[in-house]
């Protein structure tokens, strides 16, 4: 064996190494161009949702077609009673989705019975911590204006509902429904925007999507280590052949 080979086949780890490493940084950096581009599109298309008239709620037959991906945060609206009497709350801080609130309180649920005896739970919206909810009446059916959303799930950390309170820590309408004897409900939710009742509370609003968009700043993160290190291992290697 040349006395050559012993120090060339000692850089194979160094080298195999480095290689592992830019490359395994250099794909970090292409996926983060491959997220930027589809939050690009995300935003695009919530912006058009946001920005669209409202349309009629779809007919019960196709509620089980609707998904997230594609009709979360349409504008709809939709006519019916709406329950106030049976009543759940969320508890909510601040909003991303609603400048508009801030400090503590709840989110105010209700089921709203539609024409054709079909049952879609509303958000009423936001209930600040220790404001009274006027007392509700008996009245007729409503033209609601809102949003489709999808239930929320809980995580590890999420409380147990109160049942005592009627109070929940997630969105999720479909176990308030069954929690509380609403009766079968659609698999979404209606953010209210309009109408405001008198007084303001609970106060829904128009909803403004802000989604945080850093994958550009992550990719360059990424690209600059990957050069770091390739460049790191240059200056070694240049060293380690002189000495």
């Known amino acids: 064996m040349s006395e050559t080979a012993v120090p060339r086949r000692g850089l194979l780890i160094p080298v195999l190494t480095t290689l592992l490493i830019v490359g395994a940084l250099l794909s970090l950096g292409f996926w983060q161009l491959s997220r930027l581009a589809d939050k690009r599109a995300l935003i695009a298309a919530l912006d058009e949702r946001l920005a669209a008239q409202p349309v009629a709620l779809p007919p019960v037959t196709q509620w089980g077609a609707l998904s997230a991906r594609t009709d979360e945060f349409r504008r709809v609206t939709l006519s019916g009673v709406v329950a106030r009497g049976q009543q759940a709350r969320v508890?909510?801080?601040?909003?991303?989705?609603?400048?508009?609130?801030?400090?503590t309180g709840a989110w105010l649920f209700a089921p709203v019975k539609l024409a054709g005896g079909e049952q879609v739970a509303v958000n009423l919206g936001f209930v600040p911590e220790g404001a009274a909810v006027p007392a509700s009446q008996p009245g007729g059916p409503e033209?609601?204006?809102?949003?489709?959303?999808?239930?929320?799930?809980?995580?590890?950390?999420?409380?147990?509902?109160d049942m005592a309170k009627r109070l929940w820590f997630v969105r999720d309408p479909v176990a308030m429904a069954q929690a509380l004897g609403w009766g079968p409900v659609a698999p979404f939710y209606i953010d209210l925007e309009?109408?405001?009742?008198?007084?303001g509370v609970p106060k829904p609003g128009p909803l403004q999507v802000q989604l945080k968009n850093d994958h550009l700043q992550y990719a360059i993160t990424w690209f600059l280590l990957a050069a770091a290190v390739a460049i790191a291992f240059a200056v070694?290697?240049?060293?380690h052949r002189r000495a």
């Open 236 to 239: 070694w290697l240049r060293g």
């Open 91 to 103: 508890f909510a801080s601040v909003s991303p989705l609603r400048k508009d609130i801030t400090g």
């Open 194 to 199: 309009a109408p405001v009742p008198p007084g």
């Open 143 to 161: 033209t609601l204006t809102g949003y489709i959303r999808f239930p929320e799930q809980a995580g590890w950390l999420t409380p147990v509902a």
